[in-house]
Structures are given as structure tokens and as C-alpha cells.
């Protein structure tokens, strides 16, 4: 491999590394206590969304959005909402650490406008996330590698950046959404537009509108 052809996967590394410096200062016990949630989500939301649109200048450049798209998204939003309701009464009833876990990630949503935290996870957040990690790393990974692999290192960078919460309902929550957006767009890289969607949807809906 030429050092041409290595450096978008140079940078595709930097910026995984950079995600993961920003969820570390969103959530780790020595640096949350000291930056505002919201405020930092939002800047990691931006940050990443210009990593990838800078590393990744092809990342928005996809065909007009269509109804079936919004359908479609909202469709896997919701499959994906009733996994996690499932799997919250399964391991509250198996393990006595879970709910009060999850409700330690409720928690940071507290004295927060329902309507401003919906926008921002609806418009911002939530697509950011998805256009990193699936529109940008995964896809990048797969072109370097193959589908599999690059799906399999995308899934443990997305879960592995939620480690510093030491929380495990949350970095398991990770790991199952993860899976789910990162199968869709292992099979079906053409439906980014409603994977994203469903990222966003589902954010606001499992913390906001509906929670678990």
C-alpha cells in the first residue's frame, strides 16, 4: 500500500480517536462532573460531523430523500425501541444493577427542555452520530477490508467509546444499537438516508418521547 492510498485510513484512525477523547470527557467519572452534558453532546455532534464531512467529502452527496426513506427509518426506530423495552424487563428482572443503571442515563436529561433536548437529538445528534459512524468509519473500514470486517470495527470503537461511564446498561445499549444500524448498513449500505432516520428517531423517542 502507497502512503497515498494509507492516509485516508490515517485519518479515519484519528478520528476515531477524537470520538473517542470526546465521549470520554462526556462520561468518564473524572471529567463529566465538570462540562455540561447537553453542551458537550452537542459539541461532539458538530465535531464529528465535520471530521467526516473534511475526511469524507462524498458523505452528503446521496440522491433526494423520499418518503419511504422517513417510513422505512421510522419502521427500524421502532423495532429497535421495542428490543431495548424487551431487554429492559429481562435484565431488570435477572440482574439488580440494571435499572438502576438505566436510570442513571435518564438522569442527565433532567431540568432540560423535552422540546430543546428532542431537537437537538431529532436534528442534530442523532444523525451526526450515524453519518460518523456508519456513513464515515464503517464505510471507510469496509473499503479498506471487506463488510464483515468493517462492520466488526466500527461495532467495537462505537461500543468501546461508552466504556469510560462504567456503565454497563449504557455500553450495552451501544453494543445492541450498534449491531443493529451496523447489520443494516453491512446488507444495505444503500438505505444510509433511512438508517440515519432511524438513529435519530430512535434517540429522541427512547429518551424523550417514549422512554423505557
Not at 58 to 64: Q, Y
Not at 120 to 147: N, V
Not at 190 to 210: G, L, T
Request: proline share 5%; with cysteine; glycine share 8%.
Amino acid at each position: 500500500m502507497t502512503a497515498s492510498a494509507g492516509k485516508p485510513y490515517l485519518k479515519t484512525a484519528a478520528a476515531i480517536v477524537v470520538a473517542a477523547a470526546l465521549w470520554f470527557v462526556m462520561f468518564s467519572p473524572w471529567t463529566a462532573p465538570h462540562v455540561d452534558f447537553w453542551t458537550m453532546m452537542t459539541f461532539s455532534a458538530l465535531t464529528l460531523t465535520v471530521l467526516a464531512k473534511c475526511f469524507r467529502p462524498d458523505i452528503l452527496k446521496w440522491p433526494g430523500m423520499k418518503w419511504s426513506d422517513i417510513v422505512l427509518g421510522a419502521g427500524i426506530a421502532a423495532v429497535l425501541w421495542g428490543i431495548f423495552f424487551a431487554g429492559d424487563r429481562i435484565s431488570s428482572a435477572l440482574f439488580g444493577f440494571a435499572r438502576p443503571q438505566v436510570e442513571l442515563i435518564y438522569g442527565i436529561k433532567e431540568g432540560i427542555s423535552p422540546w430543546l433536548l428532542s431537537a437537538l437529538l431529532l436534528l442534530l445528534i442523532g444523525p451526526a452520530e450515524e453519518l460518523f459512524w456508519r456513513g464515515y468509519i464503517q464505510r471507510t473500514l469496509s473499503e479498506k477490508w471487506d463488510a464483515d470486517k468493517g462492520a466488526a470495527v466500527t461495532l467495537a470503537a462505537y461500543t468501546a467509546v461508552h466504556l469510560p461511564s462504567g456503565n454497563f446498561m449504557l455500553t450495552a445499549a451501544a453494543f445492541t444499537a450498534g449491531l443493529v444500524w451496523g447489520l443494516l448498513y453491512r446488507f444495505f449500505p444503500e438505505k444510509i438516508r433511512a438508517i440515519v432516520i432511524s438513529h435519530a428517531i430512535w434517540d429522541a423517542a427512547v429518551f424523550v418521547w417514549f422512554p423505557i
